[in-house]
Each structure stands twice: as structure tokens, then as C-alpha cells.
């Protein structure tokens, strides 16, 4: 079955205590991205990647890092957590062929940093 | 850089009324556009997109959209509404070239249904 999974998918922390959520997608998909769900906010994109080693940032980047080094993969990183990261986090990939093509979106991880 | 607005944060309808979410988007080009639906505690799931070609789209649960150009419009309609249609509605623009690939959101309508 495609899909795209996202672990740990409910996480309570604390103030600085270094995270990563993790993000793997089985569809060999080229382009994968975070965004953070907001209320009143929408989606918005954090970071992205078009392949492997190749990262770049969304709207929204700062307090997050982001690597790819395997195509599944695409952990999402917070280096040292602030209350305002308090979020729903999608992760998302897609094929770079055509524009049109779907994304794919994962359940969703919900963070709160206390 | 792209927009998309979705001018109503919160609706309510009858079961059994239709319904129309509006969507506008700003970008130079021919846009594509997405409209996703999210219920309670779930995750996005695709309604319907357009891309180019026939201007009303048609999608899953009995949903359309038309894509009016003059009017950078993108609005989601449905004849009878359900009671399981309750849920929040994202509109989105794809924007791909000058080193920018992005899949833009609204900031969504809810919709409420009423028995």
C-alpha cells in the first residue's frame, strides 16, 4: 500500500530537549516537504526536498532543520524546541514528473513543547 | 510569490442543502489547484485538482469544482450536503520553476452540517 508514515505521531516535550520526527514514503517519490498545521493558519511549508541531498526552505524554516539522505527518508528536526513549535506537522511527497500529480500527505504528528 | 484566499473561515448548512466554498489564488501563470478535505483528527485527503482542460472538475464524494480564469477562482460546490461532509476545507495553488516548488494553502473553511 502507498503511504507515508510519520513517527512518533503524538509527542509531549519539554523547552530544548532536541527532536526529530521521522517521515518515510514506499512510492520512490522524488520530492518530499513538512508543513505545520496552525489554527486560522492553514498548511504551511516548512522545508522541502526535490531529491536526495538536495534541501531547501519553505515559508516557515526557522527553529527546524531538515536532511535527506535516502530518498524515503526526510526527518524533521528541532534543535532546541520553543512553545510557539506547539503544532500539527504533515509531512508529504509527490513525483517531480508532473506538476499535476497528487501529494501524498502523512497522518500528522502532534507536538506539544511545554 | 502565490496566494490563496478562502474568504469563509466557518460555515454552517442543512443536510441536504448544497454547498459552495470559495477559493482565490494569485499567480502569474496557469495555476494548479487542489482542493483537500480534512475531518476531525485526520489527515488531508485529495478531493479533486485541475490542471488544465475542462474548467468544472469532478471529484470524490460527489464533489466539483470550476476553475473561472477572469475571475482567479477555484470554488468547490456540492448539491446535497451530508452530515459526514463536516469537516475543514483546504484550497491549494501548485507553483513549480525558478527554483521554487511549492504547494501553497488557504487557510481553510470549516464546515459545519446541521441535521
Known amino acids: 500500500e502507498a503511504q507515508v508514515t510519520q513517527n512518533p505521531r503524538y509527542l509531549i516535550t519539554v523547552t530544548g530537549k532536541k527532536l526529530t520526527v521521522t517521515c518515510s514514503q514506499n512510492?520512490?517519490?522524488?520530492?518530499m516537504s513538512w508543513y505545520r498545521q496552525d489554527p486560522g493558519l492553514g498548511l504551511r511549508q516548512i522545508y522541502y526536498?526535490?531529491?536526495?541531498?538536495?534541501?531547501d526552505k519553505g515559508d516557515v524554516p526557522e527553529g527546524y532543520k531538515v536532511s535527506r539522505k535516502e530518498k524515503r527518508n526526510f526527518p524533521l528536526i528541532l534543535e532546541s524546541p520553543s512553545p510557539n513549535q506547539t503544532s500539527l506537522y504533515f509531512c508529504?511527497?509527490?513525483?517531480?514528473?508532473?506538476?499535476?500529480?497528487?501529494?501524498?500527505f502523512g497522518p500528522g504528528t502532534r507536538l506539544t513543547v511545554l | 510569490a502565490q496566494s490563496v484566499t478562502q474568504p469563509d473561515i466557518h460555515i454552517t448548512v442543512s443536510e441536504g442543502a448544497s454547498l459552495e466554498l470559495r477559493c482565490n489564488y494569485s499567480?502569474?501563470?496557469?495555476?494548479?489547484l487542489f482542493w483537500y478535505v480534512q475531518s476531525p483528527g485526520q489527515g488531508l485527503q485529495l478531493l479533486l485538482k485541475?490542471?488544465?482542460?475542462?474548467?468544472l472538475v469532478q471529484g470524490i464524494k460527489g464533489f466539483e469544482a470550476e476553475f473561472k480564469r477572469s475571475q482567479s477562482s477555484f470554488n468547490l460546490r456540492k448539491p446535497s450536503v451530508h452530515w459526514s461532509d463536516a469537516a475543514e476545507y483546504f484550497c491549494?495553488?501548485?507553483?513549480?520553476?525558478?527554483?521554487?516548488?511549492?504547494?501553497?494553502f488557504g487557510k481553510g473553511t470549516k464546515l459545519s452540517v446541521i441535521p
Open positions: 508529504a511527497s509527490r513525483v517531480i514528473l508532473a506538476a499535476s500529480d497528487t501529494q501524498y
Open positions: 512510492m520512490n517519490h522524488e520530492y
Open positions: 526536498s526535490m531529491n536526495v541531498e538536495v534541501t
Open positions: 499567480y502569474g501563470a496557469t495555476p494548479y
Open positions: 485541475y490542471f488544465s482542460g475542462d474548467t
Open positions: 491549494a495553488v501548485f507553483v513549480s520553476g525558478a527554483g521554487s516548488y511549492q504547494l501553497t
